[in-house]
């Protein structure tokens, strides 16, 4: 589905006033509120249990053995489980500090529910890994488990970055929020706009990337909570299809600190993972520029 630059910009412009006038009306927009594309997310109800020859270390190659079972402590089949963002069974690993995100996809090992990855830490924290995945005619759910590094922080380290904007070679990337300060519970609608930095115009050709022409997740610093980040633009159809920037985007805000989150995108053939980073308070506090607040949040906030 081929999307020219005028039609995608009156298309985001409709799509923005419907939706602020449904999540200003209500205070949460979810799944069974019609928001394309919102997959609901419930408890962890399969166990995953992790193995590494050595803690991570930086730089250096990590083979990651992975048991996948359920409550009955029987190995979990890849038949069992639903398609969900175009994959049966992803691993989202990130480290303590924030600093480094990876999507990575397990591969069947041996015995029913063993499965293997491999990775290269940027880091030599302790990482966590998040199992996505989705048992057939049930709710989605991430699995955490922890893999240790060489080198673990000992303490709060998250790597601040209030951040809203990247430039990347050939491109300009920036997000917009409809909230100046983003409260838990308060469902918020972003924009994410991909430009040509020699043209000025937003980047047409953007190619599918997990059954969407852009992939948002995101991590709070409690280093324990994914942030699911739903994109509402029509997603492709065949593999052959491509969109335009701008991506419009709703984030529903489930707890206090700072907000770690990743813009995943393909153009020409080449992946881009840009990140940014954003503070959610309480309701009632206010926070006018979330750009210049780097350090972490007060434990009254």
């Keep these: 589905m081929f999307l020219t630059s005028s039609f995608s910009r009156i298309r985001v412009a409709v799509l923005c006033l419907v939706m602020a006038a449904a999540l200003f009306a209500a205070p ?7 928001i394309p594309n919102e997959v609901p ?3 962890a109800t399969y166990h995953v249990s992790l193995r590494s020859a050595v803690p991570l270390e930086k730089g250096e190659l990590a083979q990651v053995s992975m048991t996948l079972t359920d409550a009955d402590g029987d190995g979990v089949l890849p038949g069992r489980l639903a398609a969900l963002d175009g994959d049966k069974l992803h691993v989202f690993v990130v480290d303590e500090s924030l600093l480094d995100f990876q999507d990575l996809m397990p591969r069947p090992s041996g015995a029913p529910g063993r499965f293997i990855f ?17 048992p057939k005619g049930k709710p989605a759910q991430d699995i955490p488990a922890l893999l240790k590094g060489k080198d673990p922080c000992g303490k709060y380290c998250v790597n601040i970055m209030s951040a809203d904007r990247a430039k990347l070679p050939g491109y300009n990337v920036y997000v917009t929020l409809n909230r100046d300060t ?9 924009t994410l706009h991909i430009i040509g930095s020699k043209e000025g115009a937003p980047v047409i050709g953007l190619q599918p990337v997990k059954d969407a022409f852009a992939y948002l997740v995101g991590f709070y610093d409690d280093f324990k ?6 994109v509402v633009n029509d997603g492709p159809r065949k593999d052959t299809d491509i969109g335009a920037s701008p991506i419009l985007f709703v984030l529903h805000p489930a707890r206090r ?7 995943a995108f393909r153009i020409k053939g080449q992946d881009y993972l840009v990140p940014f980073g954003l503070r959610v308070v309480k ?6 520029d979330i750009r210049k607040v780097l350090s972490r949040m007060p434990p009254d906030q």
């Design 41 to 43: 997310y419930g408890p």
């Design 283 to 288: 309701p009632g506090v206010s926070l006018p």
């Design 28 to 34: 949460a927009a979810r799944a069974d509120d019609g």
């Design 182 to 190: 983003v409260h838990v519970g308060e469902d918020v609608i972003g």
């Design 225 to 230: 909570t994914v942030a699911h980040i739903t």
């Design 257 to 263: 600190g700072y907000l770690k989150y990743y813009a």
């Design 118 to 134: 491999g990775f290269i830490p940027k880091t030599s924290h302790n990482y966590r890994v998040f199992v996505n995945l989705r």
